[in-house]
């Protein structure tokens, strides 16, 4: 059985299922309870589990992060929402000095079976900090397992791994993709596991990784290319760790490749991507790997905000750029 | 300026510098004389473990301590105010307080020669005192706000159970004790909150650090009590610390204990405190030492003499020589694999991978292939 809903409602439908699964399970964070979260993520929760399992905390992301990590040491599978990512600087050294090494500082005893869930990424049009994509911080740092789901069936399905998951699970929502997506969720256990990419289209040509909200406009134009160009479209869902297999399988079978992400370009993922290929795929390689990505500027804002993200246009000629060659 | 405890209008003290105390106040306590043994062979073990760690370290067979000479009144006090299933989370100098509450030497030693820390138990309903504790934390002051969520867990879970966070002075100024400060407040934490003023943060002085008259003044903001204590003063420290600590689990209520005390040694195996401070300053308070005045007052009880002590500090100084030789001996059967180890609890394949790379070269270059 399935049922159709949107990304939201399938975080919020994986949540309400942990949550009745394990008592365990908290949510926290900032208006995440009678409010039901700014994105609704976690509408009708405090209503169905009470004040002791879906806490409104005060406004600090240090003592969110912190409290956390406690209430993790404690044995409790606390899933703590981040309002944007962009708010998360100041949990930050909650989060890399205790959360990604309590495990090892104490030789497993202490694990952190934390979920951060981060609204990510642009194009909502709303003020500073609220357009971030930081991923890559997290995927350099050792510690932290990171996945970002584009579908709501893979909402529901990372999030439950997730929070099954012994280790902090840093867990990035497309919040542009919140509502305009729809789609099939598998109802009642439904889990993804960690490191295995989606093929979201399939084709000769060139291989485009993507992730994210990334993945809706990267579709558009490899539809728009198509057929002239048959693009494959892999949704990558897992950052850390990465499906290094079907990258290099990808990879090996078209011998061109693109990387879209909006975050910035230099230091991001596509580097790490176009390493991968190189190192393992070298004598496949038919053409530089194409980078469509965020520019190095500070997040413009408002209306220029399309500037910055990549867009069906500039994702195509990247394509385009990357068979050319 | 470093100020003494008497220069407050309301510092709680039993035992003065010169060793003598108010009488009633020692009987209201609830400590026998073991007890109160207990706590001197603590703190003069922390001592000696303190001297000896120092001397590893300029042998080059430590690469880094922690000093701590003077403030094992502090130390010790607060941790025997814990009842045995309290949880207690130190900053990195209170080797007293490890010691009181049951650690070993070696264990101890063991998380300086090797960066980590074990346990013997998982289950923290089985957890003796002194495995009642998260590892220990370098990023100053970030420990707060986990104490406190650790406490909160074991409050949801219905456990009755305090527990005891420290910090210094300079961590108290860190955002994240503020935060757990807030948290602890607003939710009814039962914890404590030992801030270990010891008037210096390497080398800036508590001034840089507070413009209020004591820290014990920003606890009505959070919305709960503060005691500013001599921190020298093992007994005051422990009355303190006993008050707060049943207020927290009667109460649901915290509390934050301030013992005012002073660094004479320097912040660490690496610091020179000569490029900041008089060393006038340093004698005033080694003047106030808390092991000879509880000397002096375990003498008026009938409880000490020199010849006594003298033996418990010779104990003392050969138990840590053996727990020095054993640590040294156990750090060094460390293998590279330990490194790759426990980064997750639940590793994903690269981990593998690349260890699979990191032993393919050793094998070919062993140890000589590494370091330059």
Avoid at chain 2, 331 to 342: G, I, S, V
């Amino acid at each position: 059985m399935a049922e159709d809903m949107t990304l939201v409602k399938a975080v919020r439908t994986g949540l309400r299922e942990e949550m009745a699964r394990d008592e365990s399970v908290l949510v926290l964070g900032e208006d995440v309870g009678r409010s039901g979260g700014v994105f609704r993520a976690t509408e009708g929760l405090y209503e169905e589990f009470g004040d002791d399992r879906v806490i409104d905390t005060p406004l600090t992301e240090t003592g969110i992060a912190g409290v956390s990590v406690g209430l993790a040491a404690a044995g409790l599978r606390p899933v703590a929402e981040i309002q944007f990512m962009g708010f998360v600087y100041s949990a930050l050294e909650q989060l890399f000095t205790r959360a990604a090494r309590i495990n090892a500082r104490s030789r497993g005893r202490y694990n952190c079976q934390l979920v951060l869930r981060l609204p990510f990424g642009g194009g909502i049009r709303a003020p500073d900090m609220h357009g971030e994509s930081m991923e890559a911080m997290f995927v350099h740092h050792p510690g932290f397992k990171v996945v970002a789901p584009s579908r709501p069936d893979d909402a529901k399905g990372l999030l439950t791994s997730a929070i099954r998951d012994p280790d902090p699970v840093v867990f990035l929502e497309p919040k542009r993709l919140y509502r305009s997506v729809k789609g099939s969720v598998p109802e009642g256990d439904h889990t993804v596991p960690f490191g295995v990419a989606r093929t979201l289209r399939e084709g000769a040509d060139v291989s485009v990784f993507t992730w994210g909200a990334m993945t809706k406009p990267t579709m558009v134009a490899a539809d728009d290319l198509a057929p002239e160009i048959d693009a494959e479209v892999i949704d990558l869902r897992s950052l850390t760790p990465l499906d290094r297999e079907s990258i290099i399988e990808s990879f090996e079978k078209t011998g061109r490749a693109a990387v879209v992400h909006e975050a910035p370009r230099t230091g991001g993922l596509a580097g790490e991507l176009t390493a991968i290929v190189q190192e393992s795929s070298l004598l496949y390689q038919e053409a530089p790997v194409k980078r469509i990505t965020g520019y190095d500027i500070t997040y413009p804002l408002y209306d220029l905000e399309d500037y910055q993200l990549p867009s069906p246009a500039r994702i195509a000629e990247g394509i385009e750029e990357a068979v050319a060659f | 300026m470093a100020r003494f405890p008497e220069e407050f209008d309301s510092c709680e003290q039993i035992i003065g510098p010169d060793g003598s105390y108010d009488e009633a106040a020692v009987d209201a306590l609830d400590l026998g004389s073991e007890d109160l043994l207990e706590m001197y062979r603590s703190m003069v073990t922390a001592r000696a473990l303190e001297q000896r760690g120092l001397t590893l370290q300029r042998q080059g067979r430590l690469h880094f301590w922690m000093e701590a000479r003077g403030l094992e009144a502090s130390h010790v006090g607060s941790a025997a105010a814990l009842d045995a299933a309290d949880w207690l989370q130190t900053e990195w100098r209170q080797y007293g307080a490890h010691i009181h509450r049951g650690r070993s030497l070696e264990d101890i030693l063991l998380f300086w020669l090797r960066g980590y820390e074990e346990w013997e138990t998982a289950d923290p309903d089985e957890a003796p005192p002194h495995e009642r504790r998260l590892p220990h934390i370098v990023a100053v002051g970030t420990q707060v706000p986990q104490a406190v969520g650790l406490m909160w867990g074991r409050k949801l879970q219905g456990k009755s159970e305090a527990g005891l966070v420290a910090f210094g002075d300079g961590g108290a100024s860190k955002g994240d004790v503020h935060a757990g400060m807030i948290f602890a407040g607003v939710f009814e934490i039962p914890i404590v909150f030992l801030l270990l003023n010891n008037q210096w943060a390497i080398s800036v002085p508590v001034e840089r650090q507070l413009a209020a008259e004591s820290y014990t003044e920003r606890a009505p903001g959070y919305g709960f009590d503060g005691i500013l204590v001599d921190g020298d003063d093992p007994l005051a420290v422990y009355r303190a610390t006993r008050e707060a600590v049943q207020r927290a689990k009667d109460d649901n209520e915290p509390t934050l204990v301030e013992a005012l005390t002073y660094r004479r040694a320097a912040h660490s195996s690496s610091d020179d405190p000569s490029r900041y401070r008089d060393e006038a300053e340093v004698e005033a308070w080694e003047e106030r030492d808390p092991i000879d005045r509880y000397e002096t007052f375990l003498a008026d009880r009938g409880l000490w003499t020199k010849a006594e002590g003298e033996r418990i500090r010779a104990e003392a100084d050969d138990r840590v020589k053996v727990a020095a030789e054993s640590a040294i001996e156990i750090a060094e059967e460390q293998a590279p694999r330990e490194a790759f180890d426990e980064v997750f609890a639940n590793p994903p394949d690269f981990i593998d991978e690349q260890w699979r790379e990191f032993e393919s070269f050793y094998d070919r270059h062993g140890d000589a292939g590494f370091g330059w």
